[in-house]
């Protein structure tokens, strides 16, 4: 059973950065993947971005491609997003997830393991 504990979020302008944090609480195996998804208010959780753990391959969603970035620090099971020129749509509740497999999924379903959530508000 994987733990994941998200940080990081908090209230910016627009334009502005934020990075958030996913630590787990075990050693993930190389046959892992962990993503971000992002849920707002009223709305469906959205696939946001996406890595293997074993050779780093990232995948993005077209709405954050060139602002957002996922990046993974194997010695601390940490994973991130790298958030930059923000905009107020980009306001959701963060999750990291994870799942054991080799490929990138951009399907919730196809994760078994979630964060408890992180809020990322962004001003006008």
């Known amino acids: 059973q994987v733990q994941l504990v998200e940080s990081g979020g908090g209230l910016v302008q627009a334009g502005g950065s934020l990075r958030l944090s996913c630590a787990a609480s075990?050693?993930?195996?190389?046959?892992?993947?962990m993503g971000w998804f992002r849920q707002a208010p009223g709305k469906e959780r959205d696939f946001v971005a996406a890595?293997?753990?074993?050779?780093?391959?990232?995948r993005h969603a077209e709405s954050v491609k060139g602002r957002f970035t996922i990046s993974r620090d194997n010695a601390k099971n940490t994973q991130y997003l790298q958030m930059n020129t923000l905009k107020p749509e980009d306001t959701a509740v963060y999750y990291c997830?994870?799942?054991?497999?080799?490929?990138?999924?951009?399907?919730?379903?196809?994760?078994?393991?979630w964060g408890q959530g992180t809020q990322v508000t962004v001003s006008s």
């Open positions: 075990q050693r993930t195996s190389t046959r892992y993947m």
């Open positions: 890595i293997s753990w074993s050779d780093g391959t990232t």
């Open positions: 997830a994870a799942d054991q497999s080799l490929w990138l999924s951009e399907n919730k379903n196809d994760y078994d393991y």
